[in-house]
């Protein structure tokens, strides 16, 4: 039977007649913008360079390595066969023994040892993503919310909304205290949906913070768990970056500071992690859940059967973070690397006045480009960014799509291409800049002009050809082009 497309959705649930996946975004549109046209050195070299993808891809020698050296570790290599059969029937929703303790073992060496994992609260999900849902499923109804400082993740707007039917209510951070998450801010967003009687069940902090790069400070992290247990409320934190940390400030989980604090409700206290971002592994979908909470231990293991992680990859990644020797070398190398390309990215940008937030984590930079936009509206925050895509061919994020409510600040991603392809984006970066600077000291030479003798001129197209020099190397200025 052919149904017109109207009549058949009509036959669909709300939820997939819905809009809540929220890939209607420009962090989205940007992936697709890359999609049509991806870079390629030698096949596409005139095309869009991924940086709005925060993947680790340059610590992968070191795992290739240890394959190589461990082909017992699969089972699907003669080495390892004699356990594919077990592994391939093994189904219990409470994962394979040596994959908790590895994974505990692992969580704990991220963290210098500081602190210790019990493999007992370890629960597996389908990547941080489904840990994310299933925790706000655990710990929240329909119609309540969750505290969420932005900028924010954009995916969690899909991972704590869409099918749970849970809020995301803004605790508003800004550049004119770099973003810092405080007690005033936490209050205020708590006050507000107070006000609009929404129910907040529980504050989400991601630390290392996406899209910031920055590590939260004690200080922050204590204010959080007093804020939280004032509250009575949950505190989720998402440490999916743990071991993106390069250099000083150090990382602090929220495990070490609750650790000894007599006054916090562990029950509370919820972390979310994963292998994607710090082992670079965001295809094996090992995500985790570990919380403080028995109850909340309980509820997420019979939920986990809907993302278990596949007991193939369960076996592989209990081998590997089992192997203390690997772990800890890998550890360095990659924070080692994650350094030098940071500082490799951020000099190509210092040496055309672009700024970002100094941070010490992640796998981006919060990079400034308030200085480039045409007026200080989210408007021309978007114009801005589409000449990025469509004529500097860079796919980087814009704030927005963060919810940052200040205009002109984009993510971009350096650790997800080759040294090659980084330099390429870097000389695209400082010939943008450097056209760019050209023509609009030109046009505000000339608007100039145009108020001294009070004409009320608007920009058009055609006038911008005509101020600019023939021998201008950009022919017309993308940045020009965003602002009709
Ligand atoms: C802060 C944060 N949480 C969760 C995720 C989702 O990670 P996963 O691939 O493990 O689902 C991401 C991915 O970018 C992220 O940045």
Same mark, same amino acid.
């Not at 939820?15 to 940007?30: I, M, Q, R, V």
């Given at each position: 039977m052919v149904l017109v497309s109207s009549n058949a959705n009509n036959l669909l649930s709300k939820?997939? !007649?819905?809009?809540?996946?929220?890939?209607?975004?420009?962090?989205?549109?940007?992936w697709k913008a890359y999609d049509t046209d991806p870079f390629h050195p030698i096949m596409n070299p005139r095309g869009v360079i991924q940086m709005g993808l925060a993947e680790n891809q340059l610590s992968f020698e070191f795992v290739e390595d240890w394959i190589k050296n461990n082909p017992q570790a699969s089972i699907c290599s003669v080495e390892g066969l004699d356990e594919f059969k077990d592994i391939a029937i093994f189904q219990d929703y409470h994962g394979l023994p040596e994959f908790r303790n590895a994974v505990a073992n692992f969580m704990g060496k991220v963290r210098g040892d500081r602190v210790k994992f019990d493999p007992d609260r370890v629960v597996m999900s389908g990547g941080a993503t489904g840990a994310h849902e299933t925790v706000a499923f655990c710990l929240a109804d329909p119609g309540e919310a969750f505290l969420v400082p932005v900028p924010y993740y954009p995916g969690f707007d899909r991972d704590l909304r869409w099918r749970t039917g849970v809020k995301i209510v803004p605790v508003v951070c800004n550049s004119s205290n770099n973003f810092k998450l405080t007690r005033e801010a936490?209050?205020?967003?708590?006050?507000k949906a107070q006000e609009s009687n929404i129910k907040i069940k529980g504050l989400l902090i991601t630390n290392p913070s996406n899209p910031l790069g920055i590590v939260y400070d004690r200080q922050t992290l204590e204010t959080a768990v007093a804020f939280i247990n004032q509250k009575k409320i949950h505190l989720v934190c998402d440490e999916i970056y743990a071991a993106t940390v390069f250099t000083e400030p150090g990382f602090i989980s929220i495990s070490e500071v609750i650790e000894n604090d007599t006054k916090c409700d562990k029950n509370l206290i919820h972390v &979310?992690?994963?292998?994607s971002k710090d082992m670079g592994f965001p295809g094996f979908r090992v995500g985790i859940i570990y919380s403080y909470n028995d109850a909340v231990v309980n509820c997420a293991r019979k939920m986990s059967s809907f993302g278990l992680v596949s007991s $193939?990859?369960?076996?592989? #990644?209990?081998?590997?973070?089992?192997?203390?020797?690997?772990?800890?070398? *890998?550890?360095?190398?990659?924070a080692k690397k994650l350094a030098a390309r940071h500082r490799n990215f951020t000099r190509g940008l210092a040496q055309v006045g672009i700024g970002y937030l100094r941070g010490s984590g992640g796998l981006f930079l919060w990079m400034d480009l308030r200085h480039l936009l045409t007026e200080k509206t989210l408007e021309a925050e978007m114009a801005l960014w589409r000449v990025i895509i469509n004529d500097v061919k860079l796919n980087v994020s814009p704030g927005s799509s963060f919810h940052c409510s200040e205009p002109g600040w984009f993510r971009v991603c350096f650790a997800n291409m080759d040294d090659n392809t980084m330099e #390429?984006? #870097?000389?695209? #970066?400082?010939? *943008? &800049?450097? $056209?760019? !600077?050209e023509v609009t000291t030109k046009i505000k030479k000339q608007k100039f002009c145009w108020r001294q003798s009070s004409l009320e001129l608007r920009l058009s197209s055609r006038r911008l050809e005509d101020i600019m020099s023939p021998h201008s190397p950009l022919p017309q200025s993308p940045m020009l082009r965003a602002t009709t």
């Open positions: 939820l997939a !007649k819905g809009n809540g996946h929220g890939e209607d975004s420009p962090y989205f549109d940007g936490l209050e205020t967003a708590y006050e &979310v992690y994963s292998l $193939q990859t369960q076996h592989l #990644i209990a081998s590997m973070l089992s192997d203390d020797e690997f772990v800890e070398s *890998f550890l360095v190398g990659s #390429i984006s #870097i000389t695209r #970066i400082r010939n *943008f &800049v450097l $056209q760019n !600077k």
